[in-house]
Each structure stands twice: as structure tokens, then as C-alpha cells.
Nanobody, 113 residues
Framework: VQLQASGGGLVQAGGSLRLSCAAS????????KAWYRQAPGKQRELVAS???????RYADSVKGRFTISRDNSKNTVYLQMNSLKPEDTAVYYC????????WGQGTLVTVSS
């Protein structure tokens, strides 16, 4: 299973970014997917997750600002991030679990104040 993340970058506070994660490999199309992030000096934390049926969960810190979605035909998961804050600055990782955790390579999001 491989996960290829893209879409990070530098944005001003209040701006928006959309992250994408394309998955490939056996079983990946029917697995739940998630986005995690890790800020400097902090532990990796769950940002949002989505099941194959579209059930979503969010960290309290991003509720109302971030939206996770998936296109099953493309085996791709997205994270739309609006009203970004400097504290959202982190490396964002996509994740899926098929017997074990698989991780994308990470994409850096930097939000300037």
C-alpha cells in the first residue's frame, strides 16, 4: 500500500489549502482513511478520519474549519482546510490501516500570522 500526499504550502492566517492523498495497493480502496499532523516538538495527532461509507470524525481544534472527503473512484482522500491559524502549522500525514498503519510521506503546511 502506498499513500502519496500533496497540497501543502505557505498561507496567511485566515487562508485556505486543500490537501490530497492518493492511495494505491491491495485493500486501500475500501479502507478508512485519516489525516494526522505533527507540529515541531509535539506528538502526532489525529486531525480527521473518514470511513468507506463517508462517516467522518474531527479533532475539536479543527471542527467547523476543516472538511475531510474522499473520492472512491480515484481512491483519493482530501482535507479542505479553511480559516487557517498559525497553530495549524505542521507536517500533515495521510494514513490508512489495513492490518497495520500505512503513512504517506507528509506535506508541510505553514500558516503565517
Amino acid at each position: 500500500v502506498q499513500l502519496q500526499a500533496s497540497g501543502g504550502g505557505l498561507v496567511q492566517a485566515g487562508g485556505s489549502l486543500r490537501l490530497s492523498c492518493a492511495a494505491s495497493g491491495y485493500g486501500s480502496s475500501s479502507a478508512s482513511k485519516a489525516w494526522y499532523r505533527q507540529a515541531p516538538g509535539k506528538q502526532r495527532e489525529l486531525v480527521a478520519s473518514i470511513t468507506i461509507g463517508g462517516y467522518t470524525r474531527y479533532a475539536d481544534s479543527v471542527k467547523g474549519r476543516f472538511t475531510i472527503s474522499r473520492d472512491n473512484s480515484k481512491n483519493t482522500v482530501y482535507l479542505q482546510m479553511n480559516s487557517l491559524k498559525p497553530e495549524d502549522t505542521a507536517v500533515y500525514y495521510c494514513n490508512t490501516n489495513i492490518g497495520r498503519d500505512y503513512w504517506g510521506q507528509g506535506t508541510l503546511v505553514t500558516v503565517s500570522s
